[in-house]
T-cell receptor, first 109, second 112 residues
Framework: GQSLEQPSEVTAVEGAIVQINCTYQ??????LSWYQQHDGGAPTFLSY????GLEETGRFSSFLSRSDSYGYLLLQELQMKDSASYFC??????????FGTGTRLLVSP | DAGVTQSPTHLIKTRGQQVTLRCSPK?????VSWYQQALGQGPQFIFQ???????QRGNFPDRFSGHQFPNYSSELNVNALLLGDSALYLC???????????FGPGTRLTVL
């Protein structure tokens, strides 16, 4: 089977940088995606790593290392609105998503 | 563009009943996937529809079935409801070959 582990909760202050890690066990996949979900809201796409290395999208960056079965999401210049749950997800055939356990990020003033 | 829409928003059923949830994909998308999200957990893949056929399926029993219509909209049916079926049911759409999936707001199902 496939499993993806994330820290359950991370706290930080406005303006700080936070890294959310994702370790996975899977037999094969095309890449790793990250989704953000506010309480009561729908998951929204943040980034995708199809290859090893760093992808940058504005304040968010994501990293993948297939040899280490590891990825992370880096959020810079944190804002209060970044308080949400963040999920890594393995992307399989036909874009099937297998989600991680999720990390709740709490940003304080 | 309305994005992905789902109906109803909330639903309360009793054990043993049957339920149908509906999803309209984002304009231009032909693939619809359904996910179940229990409270405090990540979404779990139920199945995916493409060209009106179930293309792949997750580890869910046959009580969960679906349909896709020629306009790409989709339905999720759950028979013989169990208390454990209480969850947020999310529909996601994507275009062929596109990595990003667009999620609807979900249907909150409560089984009493």
């Amino acid at each position: 089977g496939q499993s993806l582990e994330q820290p359950s909760e991370v706290t930080a202050v406005e303006g700080a940088i936070v890294q959310i890690n994702c370790t996975y066990q899977t037999s094969g996949f095309y890449g790793l995606s990250w989704y953000q979900q506010h309480d009561g809201g729908a998951p929204t796409f943040l980034s995708y790593n199809g290859l090893d290395g760093l992808e940058e999208t504005g304040r968010f960056s994501s990293f993948l290392s297939r040899s280490d079965s590891y990825g992370y999401l880096l959020l810079q210049e944190l804002q209060m609105k970044d308080s949400a749950s963040y999920f890594c997800a393995v992307v399989g055939g036909f874009q099937k998503l297998v989600f991680g356990t999720g990390t709740r990020l709490l940003v304080s003033p | 563009d309305a994005g992905v829409t789902q109906s109803p928003t909330h639903l309360i059923k009793t054990r043993g009943q049957q339920v149908t949830l509906r999803c309209s994909p984002k304009s231009g998308h032909d693939t619809v996937s359904w996910y179940q999200q229990a409270l405090g957990q990540g979404p779990q893949f139920i199945f995916q529809y493409y060209e009106e056929e179930e293309r792949q399926r997750g580890n869910f029993p046959d009580r969960f079935s679906g349909h896709q219509f020629p306009n790409y909209s989709s339905e999720l049916n759950v028979n013989a409801l169990l208390l454990g079926d209480s969850a947020l049911y999310l529909c996601a759409s994507s275009g062929t070959g596109q990595v990003e999936q667009f999620f609807g707001p979900g249907t909150r199902l409560t089984v009493l």
